[in-house]
């Protein structure tokens, strides 16, 4: 199917496209589109283990002065800023090289699946977590996160269902504030956030109303909207609700089953590893994702329940239940590396399949010469 993707953001159209439009004719004609890509992601990831070496859980930005050195910050105001560069000139750079492959679209959703956890788990080390007197708690964290997975998932649901992308105005928008925000702290250091900044409300407290506003009053009424209006217009691509429904069911089962581990834990799992949690979350969402982005993609219909929601159904009642006692956390960071390693090599076996069945190279524009 020809990519579609429509975006109306006055943030993107009048200011950040004619910056992409000039930085892209910097990128010589050589390089491969996937390879923008390839590397903003990778950028966000050293950004990431970068924070979380001076701040494993979540307390850094709690003291003051904060114990993050300056220079970090600033540096991940520099990669936001690339990734973000990178993925927008991306798609440009295929169609300037003619280069556009269903293999660069998939490759570019599935890895902003996974970079929009990142983002948000990077973020949270700024305004550290909840010490009493400033802070966010660990529960808002997780509900933070959803929410924004939620979003994401919600756009690319709307397009499984339209076959269009409406590009989120949420996430230009959160690009640059996550931009500014660690220019900020870079600049003013942590105690920004430690201090009211409007009635009593905390900035962090400010982001987070803006964020569930923006999702719940705007992102999810506009999918349904584009949806509605799909279906009078009579262009939807499944004819049944049923069939229409069918890939939000594994990722709600996710949340669900994630939520009751992190309600009902004896050992209280995610006050104790909310780093291990939340980007072992991000992950089982990305991998859940990426499988309805390849049904939307090639009209195939997605399977009722993913696989990953079967080992980690195991592992929730085994937590919940108290059969694990004190190797809980163990067993988390354990599940973690092994979620981590499926979606690593899952991401590698479809781009492998990918590219010989189209016969290109995933990092080069030669052609591959055929056996």
Not at 109 to 121: C, E, K
Not at 148 to 153: A, G, P, R, S
Not at 243 to 265: A, D, N
Request: proline share 4%; aromatic share 16%.
């Amino acid at each position: 199917s020809q990519y579609s993707a429509v975006d109306t953001n006055p943030l993107s159209v009048y200011i950040m496209q004619p910056i992409w439009n000039k930085i892209i004719k910097i990128v010589p004609l050589w390089i491969a589109p996937n390879l923008l890509t390839f590397s903003g992601f990778v950028m966000i990831l050293v950004n990431y283990f970068l924070i979380s070496f001076y701040d494993w859980d979540y307390t850094a930005s709690g003291t003051s002065p904060g114990l993050v050195p300056t220079w970090v910050w600033l540096f991940s105001a520099f990669t936001t800023f690339c990734a973000y560069a990178l993925d927008s000139i991306d798609g440009k750079h295929a169609r300037r090289t003619q280069s556009s492959t269903p293999l660069g679209e998939l490759f570019d959703h599935g890895l902003d699946s996974w970079a929009t956890s990142i983002f948000v788990l990077s973020f949270f080390s700024v305004c550290s977590r909840d010490n009493g007197k400033t802070g966010v708690s660990v529960y808002t964290m997780y509900i933070y996160l959803s929410i924004v997975l939620f979003n994401f998932m919600c756009s690319h649901w709307e397009k499984y269902n339209t076959g269009v992308l409406f590009l989120p105005w949420g996430y230009d928008i959160s690009q640059v504030v996550l931009i500014a925000a660690y220019l900020l702290t870079g600049a003013v250091g942590v105690e920004v956030w430690q201090k009211p900044f409007l009635f009593g409300y905390y900035i962090t407290d400010v982001l987070v109303i803006l964020l569930i506003g923006f999702s719940l009053l705007l992102s999810f009424p506009q999918t349904l909207y584009n949806i509605h209006r799909a279906h009078l217009k009579k262009t939807l691509k499944n004819d049944s609700l049923y069939e229409g429904l069918l890939p939000l069911v594994s990722p709600l089962l996710l949340f669900i089953l994630l939520t009751v581990w992190v309600v009902l834990s004896p050992g209280n799992i995610l006050a104790k590893q909310p780093r291990l949690f939340l980007w072992m979350v991000g992950v089982a969402f990305s991998n859940v994702i990426c499988k309805v982005i390849i049904c939307q993609m090639s009209s195939t219909r997605p399977e009722l329940l993913h696989w990953f929601l079967f080992p980690l159904a195991l592992v929730v009642y085994a937590a919940i239940s108290g059969m694990l006692g004190w190797t809980e956390e163990v067993v988390l960071a354990i599940f973690t590396a092994l979620v981590t390693a499926a979606h690593v090599h899952y991401g590698v076996c479809v781009g492998r399949q990918l590219s010989e069945h189209l016969n290109i190279y995933i990092f080069s524009l030669k052609k591959r010469v055929q056996e």
